[in-house]
């Protein structure tokens, strides 16, 4: 059921709130040349973004021998959870959140991350209070590019695609929220450049939390109050 007259916006968080991606993509660089795949870390990098089924896919062909895939999951998941304790919010992450909560917005934190490694980042990103639905790897049926996370994140939210504003920091997030008619401000702080986040359908996009925050206003998000 929807909350009539409710706004809220939709964020992911890795890459976008917490600094991750290059963590990530090490930690996927060392999974796959264990296994014996030698692939270059920029390709690893521009699949960020993309759940861990489809980044394989997308790095080693759908067509491949997809037995070693959860060996290689393991071992992702090993060398990210190394990186825990050293874990930091991207500037102004949890400032931006706050900021949305205190205009009366509806805060979700609409994630793929594993279970997991979702109480790492939000340990790191140390903004609960203001958090009102938080959505994981496990509910989504498809992984991002497809929009199943972002359609539980608005059934749990109670929210209308009409009154949010979803903010990622990949090419995929972008897609993923296009696909349901929401509009996506791009981050660059996960390493996608402006032009590519723009190409994708990004209404707007900034630096950071921080570079978003001060023109909040002003944005997109501003427009929902």
Not at 38 to 67: E, N, Q, T, Y
Not at 109 to 126: D, K, P
Not at 173 to 197: F, H, K, N, S
Request: hydrophobic content about 45%; overall charge negative; charged content about 25%.
């Amino acid at each position: 059921m929807r909350i009539q007259n409710e706004a809220g916006v939709l964020l992911d968080i890795d890459g976008t709130l917490v600094d991750t991606t290059y963590l990530h993509t090490v930690s996927w660089w060392e999974a796959l040349r264990q296994a014996g795949h030698d692939v270059p870390m920029a390709l690893i990098h521009r699949s960020i973004g993309m759940g861990s089924d489809k980044l394989l896919d997308h790095l080693l062909g759908a067509d491949r021998d997809r037995s070693g895939d959860h060996g290689i999951r393991d071992t992702h998941d090993r060398h990210f959870a190394g990186f825990w304790p050293r874990l930091r919010p991207l500037p102004g992450a949890a400032e931006l959140l706050r900021a949305c909560a205190a205009r009366g917005l509806r805060v979700v934190l609409a994630s793929s991350a594993a279970e997991h490694e979702l109480a790492a980042l939000r340990a790191a990103l140390a903004a609960d209070d203001v958090i009102d639905v938080v959505t994981s790897a496990g509910d989504a049926g498809e992984s991002k590019p497809a929009p199943d996370i972002l359609t539980v994140a608005l059934e749990r939210s109670g929210l209308d695609p009409a009154r949010v504003v979803f903010v990622g920091d990949s090419v995929w997030d972008v897609v993923a929220a296009g696909r349901l008619g929401i509009r996506c401000i791009g981050l660059t702080c996960g390493g996608t450049g402006r032009a590519e986040l723009t190409g994708a359908g990004a209404v707007a996009v900034h630096d950071d939390p921080a570079a978003l925050l001060a023109v909040l206003d002003d944005s997109p998000i501003g427009g929902l109050g």
